[in-house]
Every structure is written in structure tokens, then in C-alpha cells.
């Protein structure tokens, strides 16, 4: 049972920078693949990143690949999203997620455990 913590959204403006935190435990030793995930009421949930928690490979989807950067802290069991140069569009309820594996994957059905999402709004 992997439980996750999340923090750090909040009301920006158009251009700024916002990180997000995602604190695990009660996982495996090995730790788990992370992701994030974006949703817009009405509105599927999108993946957005993800980090495989043993190599690092980390991978983005097109709208924000070049903007944030996810990365992991495997001493202290959490992962963190940076996004710089926020647009109105990335305005959503912002998950982290887990997989019961360390490998990351880009799809929604892959991942496990959820936290309770952040709310990332952006003014323009």
C-alpha cells in the first residue's frame, strides 16, 4: 500500500514558475515508477510526466516537454514537478500517481495509487 502526499499548487500568473510535491510511503524498497496527471473539469485526465524512481528516465507529453521538468528525491521518497513559464491552459487539478513498479509508464491504467491532486491555476 503506497500512500502519497501532495502539495504545492496554487494561483499563479501567466510566465511564473510553481513546483509540486508528491511524498510516498509504505512502498516497496525499490520504490515506484511516478507520474503526473492533469484534469480539467468535464475533462479527461491527461498524463503530463513521469519518472522511473529506480533510473531516472523521465518522460513528458508534448504540451509541456521544454516547460517542466519532474525529477525524484529517493532519500526522501518524494518526487517534485517544476513547471516554469505556466500558461492558462496548464490551469487544472494536478495528481500525482504511483505504479506498483519502479518503471514509469505514460498511461493513466498503469498507475496504482493516486494522491488527492493540487489545484494549479494560471492567470493570464
Known amino acids: 500500500q503506497v500512500q502519497l502526499t501532495e502539495s504545492g499548487g496554487g494561483l499563479v500568473q501567466a510566465g511564473d514558475s510553481l513546483r509540486l510535491s508528491c511524498a510516498s510511503s509504505?512502498?516497496?524498497?525499490?520504490?515506484?515508477?511516478m507520474g503526473w496527471f492533469r484534469q480539467t473539469p468535464g475533462q479527461r485526465r491527461d498524463f503530463v510526466a513521469a519518472?522511473?524512481?529506480?533510473?531516472?528516465?523521465?518522460y513528458y507529453s508534448d504540451s509541456v516537454r521544454g516547460r517542466f521538468t519532474i525529477s525524484r528525491d529517493k532519500t526522501k521518497n518524494t518526487g517534485y514537478l517544476q513547471m516554469n513559464n505556466l500558461k492558462p491552459e496548464d490551469t487544472a487539478v494536478y495528481y500525482c500517481a504511483a505504479k506498483a513498479t519502479p518503471v514509469a509508464s505514460i498511461l493513466r491504467s498503469a498507475y496504482a495509487y493516486w494522491g488527492q491532486g493540487t489545484q494549479v491555476t494560471v492567470s493570464s
Open positions: 519518472i522511473s524512481w529506480d533510473t531516472g528516465a523521465t
Open positions: 509504505g512502498g516497496a524498497a525499490e520504490g515506484h515508477g
